[in-house]
């Protein structure tokens, strides 16, 4: 079933107006008819079933309340910043996997150069794309893109379990790391994390971990990362 993200509360038999671009889409783009039934998540996180009407303009009648559990615990996914097109992959696939949140970072290693000017622009269309991605998936919860931080502002989003995935970690590995605690987990860039790096991090309490003998891609390592927590918490 279609899902869209509205930026208000909603209430049961209520009937709201969607924006123009939600319109579009559920008009033209679908082609959907009056009666048919999407979800519509509102600015509490409240899944709704929704009948569409569609007149002169495409509104939304509030039938009842889906509950929806599948977010439950927050997962911050902290990447170092990497190529464009592989970026915006990461960030796509990122909310898809179920983070709640993914901020970028500026490591030693990090290639990527920051442009000032165009930054407000980059960040609104990173929370684009991962909007479309929530939307497309299903999700009741949104997936922000914060402002990219350097390493040394990590302290701003620690959880309640904070790990680091690391390749010359040898003993600890993720699967045994994860709980039903709020996360946040670092993927160094395609350089890797300095030893400095590793040691700051944990001295803020992050545990390093391996992803197994393999070396990944940054990317790759960010979604085996997603991936094995939702594996481990929907088996839980
Ligand atoms: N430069 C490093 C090297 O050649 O050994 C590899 C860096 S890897 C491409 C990028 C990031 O992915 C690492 O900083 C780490 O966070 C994560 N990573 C990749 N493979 C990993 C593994 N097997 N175990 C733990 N972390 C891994």
């Known amino acids: 079933m279609r899902q869209y993200f509205v930026e208000?509360?909603?209430?049961?038999?209520?009937?709201?107006?969607?924006?123009e671009k939600q319109s579009h889409?559920?008009?033209?783009?679908?082609?959907?008819?009056v009666g048919e039934k999407i979800r519509v998540v509102d600015s509490n996180?409240?899944?709704?079933?929704?009948?569409?009407?569609?007149?002169?303009?495409?509104?939304?009648?509030?039938?009842?309340?889906?509950f929806d559990l599948s977010d439950v615990s927050e997962i911050t996914y902290c990447a170092a910043l990497i190529k464009k097109d592989k970026w915006n992959f990461l960030l796509q696939k990122?909310?898809?996997?179920?983070?709640?949140?993914?901020?970028?970072?500026?490591?030693?290693r990090t290639i990527f150069k920051i442009d000032e000017q165009r930054l407000e622009k980059r960040?609104?269309?990173?929370?684009?794309?991962?909007?479309?991605?929530?939307?497309?998936?299903?999700?009741?919860?949104?997936?922000?893109?914060?402002?990219?931080?350097?390493?040394?502002e990590i302290?701003?989003?620690?959880?309640?379990n904070n790990i680091v995935a690391y390749e010359n970690e040898q003993n600890i590995c993720l699967a045994d790391c994860i709980d039903e605690k709020s996360i946040t987990f670092v993927i160094g860039p395609e350089g890797?994390?300095?030893e400095d790096e590793i040691e700051y991090l944990q001295s803020l309490n992050f545990t390093c971990v391996s992803l197994g003998k393999r070396i990944l891609r940054a990317e790759t390592a960010g979604l085996y990362v997603l991936s094995v927590i939702d594996a481990k918490r929907n088996s839980l």
């Open 192 to 194: 890797g994390l300095t």
């Open 123 to 152: 960040i609104q269309r990173w929370n684009k794309i991962t909007l479309e991605a929530c939307q497309q998936s299903n999700r009741s919860s949104k997936c922000e893109v914060e402002r990219p931080i350097k390493l040394k």
């Open 94 to 108: 990122a909310a898809e996997l179920g983070a709640t949140k993914v901020v970028p970072l500026i490591s030693n």
């Open 45 to 66: 996180n409240d899944v709704f079933l929704v009948e569409i009407d569609i007149d002169s303009k495409v509104r939304g009648k509030v039938l009842e309340n889906i």
């Open 25 to 33: 889409h559920i008009k033209t783009v679908l082609r959907m008819k």
């Open 155 to 160: 302290d701003k989003f620690l959880s309640e």
């Open 8 to 19: 208000k509360k909603l209430e049961i038999n209520e009937i709201f107006d969607f924006n």
